[in-house]
């Protein structure tokens, strides 16, 4: 092989070796912040759970009083 195709070669190897880490990194992050979201989404929920549960204990409340 010459020298040429050798770095080529190198070249190719090295390049996939960096987009399967940089997709590995992409593919981490992507779960992290999906994580974070659904996490929001958990939080969000339970707050309006517990409003309409105020507001459900509020209006059995006023139709006993």
Not at 29 to 47: C, I, P, T
């Amino acid at each position: 092989m010459t020298e040429i195709t050798e770095n080529c070669i190198r070249l190719q190897k090295s390049f996939l070796n960096f987009l399967h880490s940089s997709h590995a990194l992409w593919c981490v992050a992507a779960y992290f912040l999906r994580k974070e979201q659904m996490q929001m989404k958990l939080v969000y929920v339970k707050r309006l759970a517990k409003s309409e549960l105020k507001l459900a204990n509020w209006k059995l409340g006023f139709q006993f009083s």
